[in-house]
């Protein structure tokens, strides 16, 4: 086989986790090779990000580029609970206040490409089909289009799509009843930068995304069909795409393994309530990444590689998971019904144990 055909990751999905991992992996010397569907960057939501991602992005190596595109950069955020409002500042520092980062996806995953490829990353793009190729209960590359690419390790950043977890023959086990969550852009200006709004019907999200757009999200409990906008920007003229998603919350049953680590929405997904998937998206990648590293170069066992970042990974999703059913428990008691299957719950997804050969390598 030709050397070239040889990496030690191998990333699938070219969004904030996949650059994440592949940036991560080639700033410390591992070759990558990293798969998209798509040369350009797809629109979609998520540009609010929370302020902790700053220290990422510098370590990334693109906060230059993330703070030039950025035209609004919010200190705090109002929320209207009920009949409650109030102001939550997002905290401070010795060097100043915290402010999240309002910048396009588009362009954010441009910025995270244009990156991974001048740190010498390899991008393929493919619309034929991709399969994982498994010999003796691992996973020793990918199948692209017919080529084989051999690789130490596969990362999954898919996001919903799930491809790894698909292509095992595996399903993400639920925890929550179905959930929609609607967006849509609105052209004009709004007083609060940041609202999140929530009462027993669900909860909606509006937030200044560019000096001239407004982004609005919102989940109604049992709700499948688009509503209409908030009413707090309904004198706004629409623009730009609109959607939906399916956001029930759902992990992948086994996010790391012999040879493979699956990051980002691809791993779990929280309904956006949860406000830091493009920071858990970032945080996964690096953290998939590092852990590849560790056994590559004979630091860690590749079991306890992927016992660790499962760990980590579902303590993340049980913590949020939790917060969330507090949140909404004071919202309306029977939210959770109808659920999904009366015979998946949380328990499906126990906090796995704490003790872990590699918290040294925790990010």
């Given at each position: 086989?030709?050397?070239d055909?040889?990496?030690d990751?191998?990333v699938?999905?070219?969004?904030p986790a996949?650059?994440?991992a592949?940036?991560?992996?080639?700033?410390?010397?591992?070759?990558?090779?990293?798969?998209?569907r798509s040369k350009s960057p797809r629109?979609?939501p998520?540009?609010?990000l929370?302020?902790?991602?700053?220290?990422?992005?510098?370590?990334l190596?693109?906060?230059d580029?993330?703070?030039?595109?950025?035209q609004?950069?919010p200190?705090?955020?109002?929320?209207?609970?009920?009949e409650?409002r109030r102001v939550?500042?997002?905290?401070?520092?010795a060097?100043?206040p915290?402010r999240?980062?309002?910048?396009a996806?588009a362009?954010?995953d441009?910025?995270?490409?244009?990156?991974?490829?001048?740190?010498?990353?390899?991008?393929r793009?493919?619309?034929?089909?991709?399969?994982?190729?498994?010999?003796?209960?691992?996973i020793?590359g990918?199948d692209l289009?017919?080529?084989?690419?051999r690789c130490?390790?596969?990362?999954d950043a898919?996001?919903?799509s799930?491809?790894?977890t698909r292509a095992?023959?595996?399903r993400?086990v639920?925890?929550s009843?179905?959930m929609?969550?609607?967006?849509?852009y609105?052209?004009?200006?709004?007083?609060d930068?940041?609202m999140?709004?929530?009462?027993?019907?669900?909860?909606?999200w509006v937030?200044?995304?560019?000096?001239?757009?407004?982004n609005?999200?919102?989940m109604h409990?049992?709700?499948?069909?688009?509503?209409?906008?908030?009413?707090?920007?309904?004198?706004l003229?629409?623009?730009?795409?609109s959607g939906g998603a399916?956001?029930?919350w759902?992990?992948?049953p086994?996010?790391a393994?012999?040879?493979?680590?699956?990051?980002?929405?691809?791993?779990?997904?929280t309904?956006p309530a949860s406000?830091?998937?493009?920071?858990?998206?970032?945080m996964?990648g690096?953290?998939?990444?590092s852990?590849a590293?560790?056994?590559i170069?004979?630091?860690a066992?590749?079991?306890a590689?992927a016992?660790?970042?499962?760990?980590?990974?579902?303590?993340w999703?049980?913590a949020?998971v939790?917060?969330?059913v507090?949140m909404?428990?004071s919202l309306?008691?029977d939210?959770q019904?109808?659920?999904?299957?009366?015979r998946v719950?949380?328990q499906?997804?126990p906090l796995?144990?704490s003790?872990s050969?590699?918290?040294?390598l925790?990010?």
């Amino acid at each position: 086989m030709a050397k070239d055909h040889v990496f030690d990751l191998a990333v699938v999905g070219a969004g904030p986790a996949g650059c994440a991992a592949a940036i991560w992996a080639a700033e410390r010397g591992l070759s990558v090779l990293l798969v998209d569907r798509s040369k350009s960057p797809r629109v979609r939501p998520g540009e609010c990000l929370h302020p902790g991602i700053e220290a990422l992005f510098r370590d990334l190596g693109v906060l230059d580029q993330v703070l030039a595109k950025c035209q609004v950069r919010p200190l705090a955020r109002t929320v209207f609970v009920g009949e409650e409002r109030r102001v939550e500042y997002f905290g401070s520092d010795a060097e100043g206040p915290w402010r999240a980062f309002h910048l396009a996806r588009a362009e954010l995953d441009d910025i995270l490409r244009d990156r991974a490829e001048h740190l010498g990353v390899t991008l393929r793009i493919h619309r034929s089909r991709l399969e994982p190729v498994v010999s003796g209960g691992r996973i020793k590359g990918i199948d692209l289009g017919g080529q084989m690419l051999r690789c130490a390790f596969v990362i999954d950043a898919t996001g919903q799509s799930a491809w790894l977890t698909r292509a095992l023959g595996r399903r993400p086990v639920a925890a929550s009843p179905r959930m929609t969550a609607f967006f849509g852009y609105r052209c004009g200006r709004m007083f609060d930068e940041q609202m999140f709004l929530a009462d027993a019907a669900g909860w909606q999200w509006v937030a200044q995304v560019s000096q001239d757009v407004v982004n609005w999200t919102s989940m109604h409990f049992g709700v499948h069909k688009a509503p209409h906008p908030p009413d707090v920007i309904s004198s706004l003229s629409p623009c730009g795409i609109s959607g939906g998603a399916d956001v029930t919350w759902r992990m992948a049953p086994h996010v790391a393994g012999p040879s493979y680590f699956i990051v980002g929405d691809a791993a779990l997904v929280t309904d956006p309530a949860s406000g830091n998937g493009v920071l858990r998206a970032v945080m996964s990648g690096i953290k998939a990444a590092s852990n590849a590293r560790a056994a590559i170069a004979g630091q860690a066992l590749e079991t306890a590689a992927a016992r660790d970042y499962e760990v980590w990974l579902r303590r993340w999703f049980v913590a949020d998971v939790d917060r969330l059913v507090s949140m909404y428990d004071s919202l309306r008691e029977d939210w959770q019904t109808p659920c999904v299957d009366s015979r998946v719950g949380r328990q499906s997804l126990p906090l796995l144990p704490s003790r872990s050969p590699l918290t040294s390598l925790a990010y």
